[in-house]
């Protein structure tokens, strides 16, 4: 198992790697964020200026030599290089944000696996009943969704039902109070309180298509002959549904659902916009708005590294789920 | 079959009602798209959905046309609720609501054809080379697959679409562009079970090129993943579109799409919430009827998993 881990590992940098080329080649492809910069100033900056700002940013080189220069400071030294604005750090600004991110996808994954597996193993064991068709039309319907616009609906409803009750159950804006409260136990509940409706909206829509999933791959299962066996051997119900059904209903869902991790990042960045989080998202979209290159490829290499993390976890959950597979 | 009745009514395979159904097979041969149709007109919310998806498609691009306002005319009563004069209301500069949400209907679904059509185009055959392949040729290609899924599609096209300015041609390619790699993936799961078989076997015998034999024989036996992704990917495209315009970097004014208008709506939900909502419900229909087309098309090309009782 850890030799596999391992070796999974090994295989997944060159993907990385191919991944911040295609990226990085694409992005420099589109606009020149220098020129960008000072475009409109008036008086227009002189061209030494202009040379040494390029210079900083690495932009007068060829495009192999400013990306292998940016790959290998990131290997060697584990930065990003320099961001568009000078007094930006963005090492220490991504590892700041990156925990309020990673707080909002974790809690929302694990809220969306939980209500997708209760929902789609129910869905499947009760199918075409009331609690099928209902649990199906509200799965099509989050799914239909845009993540901004449930957002924006529940932040909507959190602001009217807090007006309704006359408190502040719960909040709209931020990931925690500007002034936090004493004591750690306020302040862990200023936290949740701030996280309930982002999470909620995230989780919504990826629950919708992973329930969908569950359902199907339960359904497969439940009309399987070993489960006829199990159920013909006598076993309770309930013993079939979990312990035989259930198990092997898991492993095509825990590739669907680590196939959905970079899509949960991107949702992520519009929950994170609408809540005005000072997360990841409000730094992807600042850079992406500034053309800051080193900025952007500096999320995306983040983001790609947690979905391969992702993937491989979801690897390690097959040998556990499924007997048959062994890694070496 | 009630036409057969309708057209032939002369032929004396038509069984009479005095004669037992178990003699002659008299019934007409179905073929596969016949069933196909059949087991989607079975699934009512698919075909509620076809018909409201078409009235949307209509609408979006014969309704600008027709109705009295263009979606950049300013000459309505500026930040107005819904009248009859402009079902949808008006915003603050006195665009009509209605024709707006017309536009960003059509661009959206503009973007979500293209979409599908690039990332059909791409990835059907990219995965049915890959799988008749196999070998390293195959690992290596799902290697360019996996590589672009490990990227966040919103992100890159996020940044390429701020960069490249948001036209909705340049939102199509990214996404088409970008997009393709669950079609290779479910198309390449498919063919690699077909390549083992006997007709597959035959054409390489009789010599067919690996081109030959991916259009002509492996992509027809996989039309219904095809078809059923292909769908899907149409809302999905609206979906990230909407996103990428919320997020200021889809497709930019003075041209709108829905979810740029959502985007400008957004500071005044409570007070002009019909500027923020009709355009939001507009995605949702699109998406939802998509879906359920989708879905119908899937129980249509695989009826293994639908009326099965236990």
Known sequence: MFAYTIRRLLAAIPILIAATFIVFWLVSLTVDPVTEEFAGLNPPPPQQTIDLERHRLNLDQGFFVQYFDWLRNLVTHGTFGPALNPATDINSELYHRLGVTMRLIVSAMVLALVLAIITGVLSAYRQYTRFDYTATFFGFLFLAMPTFWIAQLLKTGGITFN??????????????????????????????????????????????????????????VLNSDYIRLARAKGLKPRQVLVKHALRTALIPMTTASALTIATIFGGAVITETVFQWQGMGKFLVQSVLTHDRNATMAWLVVAGTFVIVGNLIADLLYAVLDPRIRYG | MADTAARTPATPTIPSPRRPADGEFTIRERSQWVQVLRRFLRHRAAVVSLFVFIFLVVLAFVGPTLWKYSYTDISSPGGSPPTLNNPFGTDNIGHDNFARVLRGMQ????????????????????????????????????????????????????????????????VSLVLGLLGWAVMARIVRGVTLSLREQEFIEAARAMGASTLWIVFRHVLPNVVGAIIVQATLDIAVAVLVESALSFLGVGIQPPDTSLGALTNLARPSVDTQWWLFYAPGVMIILIALTINFIGDGLRDAFDPRQTRQRR
């Open chain 2, 107 to 170: 661009q959206s679904l503009k973007v979500g054809f293209s979409v599908m059509i690039l990332a059909t185009g791409i990835g059907a055959p990219y995965g049915a080379i890959s799988g008749l392949l196999g070998g390293r040729v195959d690992t290596l290609m799902m290697r360019v697959c996996d590589t672009l899924l490990v990227i966040p599609l919103l992100a890159i096209a996020a940044a390429i679409g701020s960069g490249a300015g948001g036209t909705i041609v340049v």
């Open chain 1, 163 to 220: 007006e309704a009750i006359g408190t502040r159950l719960f909040f709209t804006i931020g990931e925690t109070s500007d002034i936090p409260p004493d004591g750690w136990w306020n302040q862990f509940l200023d936290v949740v309180g701030h996280m309930i409706l982002p999470t909620l909206s995230l989780a919504l829509i990826t629950y919708a298509a992973w329930s969908r999933f569950q359902r199907a791959a339960m359904l497969d």
